[in-house]
Every structure is written in structure tokens, then in C-alpha cells.
């Protein structure tokens, strides 16, 4: 059976009327009734100990909650009329400074500007799509002339050379070599104790440029002949495109045989031989002053003859033949030397160098009477 429910409220406490008043329990089983006397809390006043009961307000003074004002009540009286509120808001932003007019040419300046940037970039673009086009034909273009002329190049080393090897005469000869007037006396020394007849090319071993004091027109062949001799040649290109052979270098022409020059020792007579030089410390004789001389080793290709040459020590002519050691492996360089054996030496093996008329085997230009 369900119990019957109370209705709690709040209300004002009478402490006096309160004293004899029984209070009750709940319990699990029903109402009980306490053991002990419940604990009041007390609130103390600050003010006053009085307390007073707020009077109500008679229902005559304010209206019943059905008579409230409705939504509309709470919109301003004053704004009545929409069309008005929209008319303020027109005449609020007449009110506001107008813009200037320069602003929309501004404007309109920078976006034709930037219109005609853009255009001028794309121009540019395809100007330079066009050059790269051009360049990268002009190198095709260029690399296939090249390889046209290097072609041509090497056909006329190669017949050049050919030609060269099957000439049995001076006058032969003298077409495919290189200062052809100067060199037709030197032939002639040479060959009056050899036969001018040589074997013939049988292949090409070796063929690449070479650059000589920054000249780019020399190439150095190695070429086997029919009876398996290998010899080395030097060839330069002429502006026609031609090709020369080297005539002294591929001889290695000498004024006279080296071994003879070092055991007869021909007296106050200059002779520009080609030599293999080496600074060296050895002093004798004439030249026992090693303050006042430089000595050099010299030897010759195909000969165990050494001699010494001397140069004045600090001279022009010894700073030159040492700089150009300088720059060679193992200071060890081949090189063209005027030789002179002044009269009445007592070295043996001594000789002074006059000049040097070339740092290599061969004259780039014509050389000095």
C-alpha cells in the first residue's frame, strides 16, 4: 500500500512556537520518533535580532500574467514605418565622404600595367625559346662542320704522310715538309750519308692534336712502317689545310754527329745542336768557379757522349735554361743549344752555350742564321 506522500515547503520558523512542537523521524518501518533532541542551527544577525515579514502586495497593484504585453509592445514607438528605417540608412551613407575618382584611374593603371608585364614577359619568353632554338641549331650546326672538317683534317695527314714515305728524292721530300727553303740545305747534309729512299707506311698507330705555345695547329702522328720500324712525327696545319711533316725533328738533324762534336772538339766554331739538358755540380778547369758559372749536363739522343755546358751564373740566358728545367718532369727538358769550344780550353769535356734557340726539338718560327 503506498503511503501517503506530503507536500514540503519553506516557511518562517517561530522559535517560541516551535518549542513544544514533536518532531518525528522516517524511518525504514514508519515514523520513529527520535532519541535524541534534533540539532537547530542558528543564523545570527548582524544588524538586529528583530525579524520582519514582507507584507504582499495587494493583487490590485499589478496586472495578472495574462495581461502582459506581447512581443510587439517591446519595439521602439518611434520607428514605425520600415521604409523610413531603409530611408535612414540611404541618407546615412549619402553622409560619408565620397571616393575620389583618381583612385579608379589608379586602379586602373596597375592592372593595364600588370596586363602589359605579363604580355611583355610572354614576349620575352618566346624571344628567348627562339634564341635557345637558334643557339642549340647553330651548335649542331657547328659540331657537324667540325666533324666535317676533322675528317677532311685527318684525310690529309694521312695522305700527306703516305706521300711523304714513298718520296725517293730531295725535291720529293721537300712537298710535305714544314719551312721547306730552309731546310733544303740541311737535307742535303744529311743525306749525303744517307739514302733518301725510306720504307714505306704500313699503318697508323697514334694520331692527336697537340698545343704548342698556345698554337692548336700541330698534331703528333705514330706511324709503324712496312718493315715494323716505328717512328714519331710532328706535323703542323697549315692555314690552306695542309699538312707538313716535321723534317728535323723526325731525323733529329744534328750539324754533326754528336759523338764526333764531343771526341774532336772543333774549335771556336757555333753549332745548334739537339740536346737533353740537366742542371748539374760539376766544375773543372775554366770553370772551377761555381760563383761565377752555372754547369749543365748535355747528352744526345742514340750516343753515351756527356759534355758540360756553362753559362755565366745570374745571367738572362742561365735564368731562362733553369725556368724552362723548372717546368719540365724530373727537371730533365729537350732543347736547342748554339754550342761554341773556345780556343785554347783546357776542359775536356767543357763547352760554353751561346744562346738558347729553341726550348724543344723543333723551330716554331724560323730560327736565326
Known sequence: MARDERRFELRPVDEEAEKHRIIARIGRMGLMRPKEKPIRLHVPLIETKLTQRLANRSSDDYEPRDRQPGIEALIEVNIGNPNQLEENWGTQSASQRPIPFGWFILVGLLLSGGVIWSLTRVTESDDKVHEIRIAAENVLIDDEREDQEAVRLIDAIQMTTRQFFRATTIDSLLKFVRQP?????????????????????????????????????????????????????????????????????????????????????????????????????????????????????????????????????????????????????????????????????????????????????????????
Open 181 to 369: 727553303d730552309r731546310v733544303r740545305p740541311l737535307m742535303e747534309i744529311h743525306y749525303a750519308s744517307h739514302p733518301v729512299a725510306m720504307h714505306r707506311l704500313r699503318e697508323f698507330r697514334m694520331l692527336q692534336p697537340l698545343t704548342l705555345d698556345n698554337h692548336g695547329n700541330y698534331w703528333m702522328a705514330s706511324v709503324e712502317l712496312d718493315n715494323r720500324e716505328k717512328r714519331n712525327l710532328l706535323l703542323e696545319i697549315l692555314p690552306s689545310g695542309e699538312a707538313r711533316i716535321d723534317w728535323e725533328m723526325l731525323v733529329c738533324y744534328q750539324p754533326m754527329k754528336w759523338d764526333d762534336f764531343a771526341t774532336k772538339k772543333p774549335r771556336e766554331v757555333s753549332m745548334d745542336f739537339r740536346v737533353y739538358v740537366q742542371q748539374d755540380h760539376f766544375f773543372s778547369h775554366e770553370f772551377a768557379d761555381s760563383n761565377r758559372w752555372n754547369s749543365f749536363r748535355l747528352t744526345a739522343l742514340d750516343s753515351d757522349e756527356t759534355l758540360f755546358g756553362y753559362v755565366q751564373s745570374g745571367s738572362a740566358l742561365s735564368q731562362e735554361i733553369i725556368a724552362q728545367l723548372q717546368r719540365n718532369p724530373r727537371h730533365r727538358a729537350s732543347m736547342i743549344l748554339r754550342l761554341v769550344i773556345p780556343e785554347g780550353i783546357q776542359s775536356h769535356s767543357g763547352v760554353v752555350v751561346k744562346k738558347l734557340m729553341s726550348p724543344r726539338w723543333l723551330y716554331m718560327d724560323p730560327p736565326e742564321p
